[in-house]
Structure formats: C-alpha cells, structure tokens
C-alpha cells in the first residue's frame, strides 16, 4: 500500500466550523501494479501496519471519510489521521462468493472500499443497471464515513445507509482483520472469506454495534452493500397549507387522505416538510418522490438559478445568513428562502440525480434530532414557540421520516422515525437556539436522539437517556474486536467526554 505522509499539522472540516491540530495526515492508496484482490489485500496488511506503528508510538489514530461532519467525532488530536478516499477499489459479486444461505442475488451485492464516496457507489452502479437504496441529501460523503453516522434520508419505508450494509471488513489490530456480519443474514461465502484472508464472525450484536461506530472499531476497510435495480424518482416540491391535515400525515405517515399533493393519496418513497418560522401562515414546502420504474425517456432534472436542485437541502443555500444582525433575520430569511427554495412539479431522475453533489454557501450549523414520528406536530409547535421567545432562528425547520435502523446506536432508533433539522447561519445565538430545544424536549419528556454527525451536546448522563443498555451493548463489541492498546489509540476526544473510551 502507498503511503503520502503530507506533514499536515491542522485539518479543517467541510464545513470550515473548526480546525483541528493533528501530527499528520496521511493519504493511503491502492498499489496500481497489483490487480484489484492483491491490491486490496495488499492494502489490508498496511493498514494493519500503520495500527501496528501507531501502537508502537503511543499515537492516536483515525480513519477519516470526506469530512462532512460538524463535531470533532472523526478527528483525533495530535495524532494521525488517514484520508481514506483513494482506497475506492469496488467488486461485483459471484454466485461461488455468496454463501449458500444468503437470501439475497449475488448481482445485487457490491462489495467497496471504505473509501469510495457515495457518488462514485452511484456512477458504478449505474452502468450496471443498479442503485443504492437510499442516501443521505447529498452524495459527497464516502460509504464508512456514511454508515458510520447513520446518514439518513427519507425513505420511510426503509431506512437510512447502515440498513442497506449487509458485510463488513475490519481492520481491528496490528495482527487481526475480519469479517463481520450477522449470523441470521449470511453474506460471504467460505471462497470469498479465503480470497480476503480474513477470519468470519457471525453475530448479530456485533454486526449492529460496528454499523454505527464512528471511527472507533478499528479502520473499516470494505464494506458489502445490498443495492436494488435502477429506478426513477418523480419529485416535487409545493407549498401547501401547514394545516392539521398536514399535520396528521407528519404524525402518522397515514396519506390516505391526503391532499394538495401531487399525486393525491398515493404512498410516496420520500416524504419531507420544510417550515419556515418567520411566514408559518404562507404554509409549508413540502416534497414528495414517488418510485418509478426506469426508463431512459425522461429529462434529467435541473438546478434553478441559484443553483440548487430538487433534492437539496438546508444547507445548501442557508449559510449565506451569516453574519446577520438578529433584528433583519425574519426579512433575509424570508428573502434567502424565496431566491433559493427550488419549487418544482414532477422532476425526473435517478436517485443519484436527485440527490447529488451539494455546493455550500457560506457558514453554517446543522442539527438533527430523531424523535418518534406521534411527537413531530407536538415538536414542530415547539420550534415555533421557542422561536418567538427569543431571538428569531436564522434558518429553517426541516422535517424528514425515516424507518427505524438495526444499529445498536442509530441515532435513527425508533421503529417509525421523524428526525427536525435546525439548519441555521453559523452564530451564537443558533448554538442557544439549540440547547433551548433539547431542554424543551427533556422538560416535555420527548424521547429524542442526536444526529452523530451534526451538532449536538452529549454527555454519560445524556446518552444513558438517550440509548440506556445499549452503550453497554456497543461497549462490549467494542470490547471483543479490539484489544486494550487497539482500543486506546482510536480513541479520542469526544469519546473520552462520552464515557465511552473505556
């Protein structure tokens, strides 16, 4: 494996919200000169070597995705961090690779590099006619860095990234890699397990605890996806009155009767309700995807002139409100909204092309909190309250549903899920905004849960509510993959705060 030691000493993240102070970083690639299976192995044991060179060293170590996250969860300081992105080697799958009980087609399984980014998954796939199943509002993070945070979409009916991983390669010590999956889904076959020179674990609590592990569980070198066959999705996006019928379907996924959406009562593939606070009489924009077969006679869908296309989110354009004094915040908001918001009827596209690479515009924060889906009028009538008791909010109330996850510690935890975003300009006054929320909700007794990758505030206490025995179930696999000096240099400071570096 090529090793880059670029003597890097400060990493910044995508969103530019913080610097981290590191000794390296390090840009690990595929040996060109070797096919892709001796590459990939290759590759394996220099990943065991930089683990075995870290403990040697006392240093800390951190395997880093594309950097979409807002707190520190990735990073480790004064240590070494790999930029995984060059490791983007992907297999299709054999029938002789498959074990004999695995439920699902060889040709729907892919097994990638833990550096490949969403979008390269998608460009793959596509020319085999395939899909992912889902992804999250933008395509640029890799699939570990992904899986790892629980990235979620809207996909109500089936979940978020980890519920479509089916297969993981760990690199878990200086002298140990293997190959974890769930004992009641197996996956690889003997062939496949011998062709990694790996060793199979089949458990299902230690599948599930190393789905959602943000960086700690050793470096994940390969992950095996379950994809579908290529289909469309119809978008659009409409404002309609934010209403109790509304409300009824944000609280129950119940379309029976609704209306005011573009193809009636019929069950849509994605679901979502964008409010703004600052002009709630003007209704709510609404977007709706409904699953289509797919067929090559369709426009791709289009930006508007702000750039922004139909699956975009937030954060796609709301950072330009930094720097805002709070006093004109409800009159930029309101201007901000109506040059950006891409109102469209019944755009085309495949999932990659609804969802594609999102371009950022200036500084901003990012919270999402999962709560379960009864309580999200009840939440929504909150966020409005709390917004007219303080300083207006410089952003807007995003709402998304997504079904529950397997993940010992998906923040996507339950079983029919509404996660708020509290995308906002980048200020003081968004970080009081938010602990005012989650106060509200511990005061309500509103069970809720903290995007891993967005901004939030945890501590022992706060995780025990939030997740109760399942730390100890995420602890304990943590415990078995990795050996006490494994454990501690991939450790790192917001584990440390947590508890949960032990």
């Not at 065991?48 to 951190?62: E, F, K, Y």
């Not at 197996?186 to 199979?200: K, M």
């Not at 702000?306 to 915040?329: E, Q, V, Y």
């Not at 025995?469 to 602890?475: A, N, R, T, V």
């Amino acid at each position: 494996m090529k090793v880059v030691k670029t003597a890097n000493k400060s990493w910044e993240n995508r969103h530019e919200v913080f610097v981290e102070d590191i000794n390296d970083m390090y840009i690990p690639g595929n040996e060109s000169a070797l096919d892709a299976l001796d590459s990939y192995n290759d590759a394996t044991k220099g990943l065991q070597q930089l683990i075995a060179d870290a403990i040697a060293n006392n240093t800390p170590l951190r395997a880093l995705g594309a950097g979409w996250s807002w707190p520190k969860i990735a990073t480790v300081k004064n240590g070494v961090m790999l930029d995984t992105k060059q490791l983007n080697t992907v297999f299709t799958i054999s029938a002789q690779s498959v074990s004999p009980a695995c439920a699902i087609e060889p040709r729907k399984l892919l097994f990638a590099q833990s550096g490949n980014c969403i979008w390269e998954l998608e460009r793959f796939l596509f020319n085999k006619g395939m899909s992912l199943r889902t992804s999250g509002a933008s395509n640029g993070q890799t699939i570990a860095g992904a899986m790892s945070t629980c990235t979620h979409g809207s996909a109500f009916d089936f979940g978020s990234v980890p519920d479509f991983v089916v297969g993981l390669h760990i690199v878990s010590g200086a002298n140990k890699h293997v190959w974890l999956e769930r004992a009641s889904a197996p996956i690889a076959s003997q062939q496949f397990i011998d062709n990694l020179q790996t060793e199979l674990i089949s458990d299902d609590d230690l599948f599930n605890a190393a789905l959602v592990s943000f960086g700690s569980f050793g470096i994940i070198h390969g992950v095996m996806i379950e994809t579908e066959d290529l289909f469309l999705l119809e978008s659009s996006m409409e404002r309609i009155p934010y209403d109790d019928g509304l409300k009824h379907i944000m609280d129950t996924l119940d379309f029976s009767q609704a209306t005011g959406l573009p193809n009636g009562t019929e069950r849509p593939f994605h679901f979502s309700v964008l409010v703004n606070p600052h002009d709630i009489d003007g209704g709510a924009y609404v977007t709706t995807m409904y699953k289509r077969p797919y067929t090559t006679s369709y426009s791709k869908p289009v930006s508007n002139t702000a750039g922004i296309g139909p699956g975009d989110d937030a954060p796609s354009f709301i950072g330009l409100l930094s720097g805002m004094a709070p006093i004109i915040t409800p009159l930029m908001v309101n201007k901000v909204l109506a040059a950006s918001l891409n109102i469209h009827s019944k755009q085309i596209g495949t999932l990659a092309e609804i969802f594609s690479n999102t371009t950022l515009r200036g500084k901003l924060l990012s919270a999402a909190i999962a709560i379960p889906l009864a309580e999200t009028s009840r939440v929504a009538d909150i966020l409005i309250e709390i917004n007219k008791d303080g300083n207006p909010f410089a952003g807007l109330f995003s709402f998304r549903f997504v079904k529950g996850t397997k993940a010992t510690l998906g923040f996507i935890k339950f079983p029919q899920t509404c996660v708020f975003e509290l995308d906002a300009a980048f200020s003081n006054d968004t970080h009081l905004f938010y602990e005012r929320v989650w106060t509200r909700l511990e005061a309500e007794n509103i069970p809720f849960t903290f995007h891993w990758g967005k901004v939030g505030e945890l501590n022992p206490e706060r995780l025990d509510y939030m997740y109760g025995d399942s730390i100890d179930k995420w602890l304990q696999a943590r415990q078995q993959l990795l050996d006490a000096d494994t454990r501690k240099i991939f450790n790192n400071a917001l584990l440390q705060q947590w508890g949960m570096d032990a």
